[in-house]
């Protein structure tokens, strides 16, 4: 089974630019999550979808944060304008079911940012 | 508010030493805990997790017990590797009208041959 897949692998990027970043989760799960976590820190959830809705987005900073799963399957993360305290690893996650407890869940190797 | 705090790291140790990492949790309700782990460029992988008091969570040769009344899930192996060198999560889920997941700051273990 295939894992699930996110590119890059490593960006940087100045402040104030903009920045996209990609993932593809396990097929079959209907269940997708972005997460943040910034150096010595754990994963804080961003977003999480249910097919193609949005689930939870509480923690999302909305004025410059936004993603989107059009279809369902694969999803982008981006962030316009970005700002230096963003630079952290962005990992995704998926799961088959909604109310999957945490056993479920397959990460992605994480897509690093550093802003400067 | 609901949180999860581990002990910090780095931990060294030698191989074939005993470890623990401490994990406690504040949670409002009966979470599921959870320890997942991740290797050096990987995701996080699920290690072990307990869903009730009194549980005790293992693989790999790791074993976490769930205890309510010290509101604790410390993560211990009788003898570890050079392979178990990572870091750790210690995480809860809590179902509040949805499931919500809040890990710790992780714990990075180096072991030395």
């Known amino acids: 089974e295939a894992g699930v897949a996110q590119s890059p692998r490593y960006k940087i990027i100045e402040k104030r630019q903009s920045v996209a970043f990609w993932c593809n989760p396990i097929?079959?799960?209907?269940?997708l999550y972005w997460y943040q976590q910034i150096l010595g820190q754990g994963p804080k959830l961003l977003i999480q979808f249910q097919n193609n809705g949005v689930v939870d987005d509480s923690q999302l900073p909305k004025d410059r944060f936004s993603a989107e799963r059009l279809k369902g399957v694969d999803s982008t993360l981006k962030i316009q304008p970005a700002k230096l305290e963003d630079s952290a690893v962005y990992l995704c996650a998926s799961s088959i079911f909604y109310r999957d407890r945490g056993d479920g869940y397959t990460f992605g190797s994480g897509t690093r940012l550093t802003v400067v | 508010g609901n949180s999860v705090t581990q002990m910090e790291g780095p931990v060294t140790l030698s191989e074939e030493a005993f470890l623990t990492i401490n994990c406690t949790y504040t949670a409002t309700g009966y979470p599921s805990l959870f320890w997942y782990v991740q290797y050096p460029g990987e995701g996080l992988q699920l290690l072990l997790k307990?869903?009730?008091?009194?549980d005790k969570g293992s693989n790999k040769g790791f074993e976490a017990t769930y205890r309510k009344e010290t509101t604790s899930f410390h993560l211990e192996k009788g003898s570890v590797q050079v392979s178990d060198s990572a870091v750790y999560f210690c995480a809860l889920i809590l179902n509040t009208g949805g499931f919500k997941t809040i890990f710790g700051a992780g714990t990075r273990l180096f072991v030395k041959a």
């Open positions: 307990a869903t009730k008091a009194d």
């Open positions: 097929s079959g799960h209907a269940t």
